[in-house]
């Protein structure tokens, strides 16, 4: 499972929250996050609408080309 891109620091949820209770679900996922921002870029082509399906599959495989270079 992808981390939240923008956690909330957990002070904000409960003063005892722990980091491993911040990781779940608070906030869009890392990988959504990439995808949107790759999914910018892929519908910048003027013939995007031809290639919605293969568009939006493309954007996160982008999405996960970065977490796995994130991670090195």
């Given amino acids: 499972m992808s981390k939240p891109a923008f956690p909330i620091h957990p002070h904000f949820l409960d003063p005892h ?3 491993q209770e911040l990781d779940k679900g608070t906030g869009i996922t ?3 996050y990439f995808a949107a921002a790759a999914l910018q870029g892929l ?3 003027p013939n ?3 290639f919605s399906d ?3 599959e493309s954007a996160y495989t982008f999405a996960d ?3 796995k270079e994130r991670a090195k």
């Fill in 17 to 19: 929250c722990t980091p």
């Fill in 65 to 67: 080309a970065m977490i």
């Fill in 48 to 50: 995007a609408d031809e």
């Fill in 43 to 45: 519908c910048a082509n």
């Fill in 30 to 32: 890392l990988r959504d």
């Fill in 54 to 56: 293969v568009i939006t």
